[in-house]
């Protein structure tokens, strides 16, 4: 499935931000689709991902502070953020597959990743 983030951008910590995931073709409901963001230096790290059932999962650095969420109708996947802080700052992925365990990456080609999407949390 093919799949298009929107919604970075520069915000203050503790703000919040909303990124969607829009499938042009497929439904989103078929597939189970996550999010996943790269920092430099850093390794690209699965933070969260919604199952075709509805289940959701969160990594630990994330958990209570971020919601995935699906609307159909838009077919589109959200990732609502709040608290937002400095090292949440990274360019934002959305994927499919995702697991239940987010350390586990989907095996893609590098060229499906896309350009993401950046969000920058700065004073």
């Known amino acids: 499935v093919q799949l298009v983030e929107s919604g970075g951008g520069l915000v203050q910590p503790r703000g919040s931000l909303r990124l969607s995931c829009s499938a042009s073709?497929?439904?989103?409901?078929?597939?189970?689709i996550g999010w996943f963001r790269h920092a430099p230096g850093k390794e690209r790290e699965g933070i969260s991902c919604?199952?075709?059932?509805?289940?959701?999962y969160y990594a630990d650095s994330v958990k209570g502070r971020f919601t995935i969420s699906r609307d159909k109708a838009k077919n589109t996947v959200y990732l609502q953020m709040t608290s937002l802080k400095p090292e949440d700052s990274a360019i934002y992925y959305c994927?499919?597959?995702?697991?239940?365990?987010?350390?586990?990456?989907?095996?893609?080609?590098?060229?499906?990743w896309g350009q993401g999407t950046q969000v920058t949390i700065s004073a």
């Open positions: 073709k497929d439904s989103v409901d078929n597939y189970d």
């Open positions: 994927a499919s597959p995702c697991f239940a365990d987010l350390a586990l990456l989907p095996i893609v080609p590098d060229d499906y």
């Open positions: 919604t199952s075709k059932i509805g289940t959701t």
